[in-house]
């Protein structure tokens, strides 16, 4: 498990795969359970809202201290795959996905990615932080808690 970054001018991609022994079922059910959601993901200080089709969240992070990350969710097909925008396009958006497949003998490839999109990232881009240190601690965690 090692988190990718992917860049062209108008885009930057991050993202992480990790085997879990676990079912999808089960794994789905870690990453939709917002209440406990910072009890087991240190890359989440807090999450509000309900993890369901059309809720809109409100996260804080300590990758970036006193500032809340507002996505929507925008996909929602259990126990598959889930997705989380957040932002104005053409501007700058952040996509996020969270990808679920079966991996045999009731394990779950998990993988996460997040594409930042838009005009405005050419003028931003050096001020993001590096994504792919935190990308793997999600994933990560997300192993540790399911696995344990």
Do not use: H
């Amino acid at each position: 498990m090692s988190a990718t970054r992917t860049a062209t001018t108008f885009s930057l991609a991050y993202r992480v795969t990790v085997t879990i022994r676990a079912t999808p079922e089960a794994v789905w059910a870690r990453l939709t359970d917002a209440k406990r959601f910072p009890s087991w993901n240190s890359t989440v200080t807090s999450l509000e809202g309900d993890i369901t089709l059309g809720a809109k969240l409100t996260i804080r992070v300590p990758a970036a201290p006193g500032r809340a990350f507002t996505p929507s969710v925008v996909a929602f097909d259990a126990p598959r795959q889930m997705v989380w925008r957040d932002g104005f396009a053409p501007m700058f958006q952040g996509t996020r996905t969270f990808t679920l497949r079966p991996a045999g003998d009731g394990a779950t490839e998990f993988e996460m990615e997040e594409v930042f999109r838009g005009l405005m990232l050419p003028m931003i881009k050096g001020s993001l932080p590096d994504f792919a240190p935190i990308f793997d601690r999600y994933a990560a965690d997300l192993k540790r808690a399911c696995e344990g």
